[in-house]
């Protein structure tokens, strides 16, 4: 199952959020995963927006086994995923550390685009 959505300010980012989240609980996903699913959306989605002043292209696939969150947009070209995140103190960069936290893979597309994985519990 798949939800996809265009978004290129922060009230339409909540809105659309809220669907994917009402989505997936309708889809029994637990308590947990939910919330990490939200999180992660909402730090590249955000970033996306109030750093790249882009619109977002939002994917969120789900399946028996994780969900998959991918997010495009021109501003997230130069992000380098595979570094090192900044300390969580950090006055900025901390958007990716808290990827990490709450994911369990992140892969960059042959486009730019960012997937997240989130294993299902």
Known sequence: MIINFKVDNLNM?????????????EQQV????VFAS???SCEL?????????DEADFKG???????RITVAADSLKGLDVNGEPPDVFA???????????FSNGI?????GEITVLIKRR
């Open 13 to 25: 980012m909540r809105k659309k959020l809220e669907a994917f989240t009402d989505f997936l609980t």
């Open 30 to 33: 637990c308590e947990d995963d």
């Open 38 to 40: 939200k999180l992660v």
């Open 45 to 53: 989605l955000t970033n996306v927006i109030r750093h790249g002043g």
């Open 61 to 67: 696939q789900l399946s028996d086994a994780e969900i």
């Open 91 to 101: 006055e900025s960069g901390r958007g990716l550390y808290i990827v990490k936290v």
């Open 107 to 111: 892969e960059r597309g042959s486009s």
